[in-house]
T-cell receptor, first 117, second 112 residues
Framework: AQKVTQAQTEISVVEKEDVTLDCVYETRDTTYYLFWYKQPPSGELVFLIRRNSFDEQNEISGRYSWNFQKSTSSFNFTITASQVVDSAVYFCALSEATQGGSEKLVFGKGTKLTVNP | DGGITQSPKYLFRKEGQNVTLSCEQNLNHDAMYWYRQDPGQGLRLIYY???????QKGDIAEGYSVSREKKESFPLTVTSAQKNPTAFYLCASSTRDKDEQYFGPGTRLTVT
């Protein structure tokens, strides 16, 4: 069965520090998708990134970057020069295809990031 | 603006009562999902629907029921059979081609 492990339950940093959130996954599928979502205190999950298992290129979007390493089954997320507004719970998720063609997501338990001023 | 609406934001019920949570989307998505989130936990899938008039059980379907009579709507009923119904419930939708899921703002249900 698919499984996503986010070993860091909580992380606390001071503003402007860089921080990396770890995500390790397990799957028997050869084709899959990995996701990161942000959940601010308001509760709504905000989509950050989707990565295809065939695309191992790292991605950068502003202060956010993602490192996908198939060899270690990891999809880590780095925030550079963190800001107070980055404080949230971050979830890593792995897709699992259904018979009908859409996907179910298997979520990790999340990492709560607190950025202190 | 396209999006997903869930109402109400907060819901209070007495033990033994059924309660229905609303989820509406105007994104023209075929697939819709219900998740439950408990403190310190990830999201767990309750039910999902890939198309109108069809839905499948997720990982924790016991004590819940759904319907999908319209593409835009996927209401979730929390029945009295659900032993621990107090939780944060999130609805999501997606296209059928493996795009990301979009989430609603959630409903926090408290049963006493």
């Amino acid at each position: 069965a698919q499984k996503v492990t986010q070993a860091q339950t909580e992380i606390s940093v001071v503003e402007k520090e860089d921080v990396t959130l770890d995500c390790v996954y397990e799957t028997r599928d050869t084709t899959y998708y990995l996701f990161w979502y942000k959940q601010p205190p308001s509760g709504e999950l905000v989509f950050l990134i989707r990565r295809n298992s065939f695309d191992e290129q790292n991605e950068i979007s502003g202060r956010y970057s993602w490192n996908f390493q198939k060899s270690t089954s990891s999809f880590n997320f780095t925030i550079t020069a963190s800001q107070v507004v980055d404080s949230a719970v971050y979830f890593c998720a792995l897709s699992e295809a259904t018979q009908g063609g859409s996907e179910k997501l298997v979520f990790g338990k999340g990492t709560k990031l607190t950025v202190n001023p | 603006d396209g999006g997903i609406t869930q109402s109400p934001k907060y819901l209070f019920r007495k033990e033994g009562q059924n309660v229905t949570l609303s989820c509406e989307q105007n994104l023209n998505h075929d697939a819709m999902y219900w998740y439950r989130q408990d403190p310190g936990q990830g999201l767990r899938l309750i039910y999902y629907s890939q198309i109108v008039n069809d839905f499948q059980k997720g990982d924790i379907a016991e004590g819940y029921s759904v319907s999908r009579e319209k593409k835009e709507s996927f209401p979730l009923t929390v029945t009295s059979a659900q032993k621990n119904p107090t939780a944060f419930y999130l609805c999501a939708s997606s296209t059928r081609d493996k795009d990301e899921q979009y989430f609603g703002p959630g409903t926090r249900l408290t049963v006493t």
